[in-house]
């Protein structure tokens, strides 16, 4: 390979003529040579190095962040990951080159010292000989790590930009023969038959609707390969469960899922990873830099899935949910790590405002409607409305198979670690004398708590003995939170035996405390399941 001219930089002493070593590929060894050469000191000297040594046949578009590689007279997508593993081998050769060129100059200095000489003086010879070559063997100790390498990747993208004349930010146009399309293989599966195995998705719902523990269900079952919710699991792999809220509650939820789950070792699981500080998915650095670790950590593993719950948390500062500029660009970061891990991305997020979805029917995901084209796979979790500790999960998008034309019943359980786990089905859950029943106030999230606090404090002060039935709009005025919020709570407090809904003229609902405050505790209070409602 001819050495290509060195670019000037700061930190080389001189013109590029004083280099005296020229960089050869052939066998991977980096030979001394009296013409002229240059040696990589920092990550734009390696990607101008890689650059040339496949020039012509590597290409970056910035807007979809791919690489593409040419094929004869197409470009194709490099799915691959060639790119990467280029840079790679790079960085192999380099090291290798470098180790050699210091043993070339170590023998140099013996030959010339002979016998006269001390061991101290031949090694500070040595020193004197190889610093011209100090930056070039930091260099390469830098990109023997992943961090190195990815920077390299970084310069590289740069120089091998959409060149000028082209399209910027898109990939280069190919036709694709009909062949081709016609011998690709089958979509694979991470859960079969729902969530295939590459793609970006999403698990959204109202709060309280168990989400969470069933994003951290989902994603033991991958690690563990343990069907999930009756679905096999195809790609057991490792996982990755970024959280950008309730760190606090993470160990007792994963001790209580594990307790739960059909395995052996009740210990926590190797192939399951946390990353506990959120960061701005439209951030490029923010993202190159988890792919990175999750990538180290991971070696020859397989990552299958990565989580992030919530994914507001993971929005930056700028970023508006209900644009969809921006919320494209925390697409294609999802997109952009599931392509380069080769793993499901799945964003754990709220119901929209107005589409809650009623009669049991799902509503749709909040912020831009973007999301939905985007999705691979969707699914919402609902409440059973009239079923303690039960819940719904709707598959709302997929990629290829008909979407199921009922939803996919689940239960939650306490377990003994102190926290919820979910089990298949409807099951006990729900069922009077049922010994892992949750009790009530234990499926609601501390904004749902307080608010039923507050309606069933407002209605024991002023609906309860001989005082008439308060109506909801009465219980609204005089409470706070969104009305919607508390005409479920006043649901779940009749369903659950808190307070008593009779008619009141006009017909509407009406609310009030069935009996004495004594009386309603005996009724509700089992005596294995201490109740502490929140009254004043």
Known sequence: MTAPTPPKQRGQRGEPGTWKFLVLWENGILLPKETLGW?????????????????????????????YLRDGEAWRKDDGGTVEKAVTDYAIRLDLAIKA?????????????????????????????????????????????????????????????????????????ALVPAAEVWEQPDLAYLVDGWIPQTGVGALFGETGTWKSFLALHLLLCVVYRLGFLGQPVNRPGRGVY????????????????????AVQEKIAPAGLDYVMVPFPLSDERAVTEVVTVIRARAGTDPVSLVVFDAAADFYGADDSEISATDMQRIIAACKRISRELGCFVLLVAHTGHGSKGEDDEPGRMRGTSRFGQAWDFEMQAMREPKRQGCGLLWITK????????????????????????????????GEAGAEDRPHPLELLSPTEERIFGEVITYVRKRGSGDKPPLSFRAI???????????????????DWQFLAEVPIPGDRRGFRYPGSFSAWCDRVAAPDVPVSPPIA
């Open 39 to 67: 040696l990589p000191t920092s990550d734009l000297d390696s990607a101008l190095l890689i650059q040339q040594e496949r020039a012509g046949s590597l290409r970056y578009a910035h807007g979809s962040r791919q690489w």
């Open 101 to 173: 060129l210091k043993e070339e100059v170590r023998q140099q200095v013996v030959r010339q010292a002979g016998l006269e000489k001390s061991e101290t003086e031949i090694r500070e010879r040595q020193a004197e000989v190889w610093e011209p070559f100090e930056a070039a063997a930091g260099h390469a100790a830098w990109l023997k790590r992943a961090s190195g390498q990815a920077a390299v990747l970084k310069m590289l993208s740069v120089a091998c930009g959409a060149p000028d004349g082209e399209a910027e930010g898109r990939q280069p146009l």
């Open 242 to 261: 970024l959280l950008g809220e309730g760190q606090a509650g993470a160990r007792r939820r994963l001790r209580s899922a594990i307790a739960d789950l």
């Open 398 to 429: 997929t990629k290829e198979d008909e979407l199921p034309s009922a939803p996919v019943p689940f239960h939650v359980i306490k377990t003994p670690a102190g926290s919820l786990a979910v089990r298949p089905g409807h099951g006990e859950a």
């Open 476 to 494: 609204d005025g005089g409470t706070k939170g969104n009305q919607r919020a508390k005409r479920r709570m006043l649901d779940l407090a009749v």
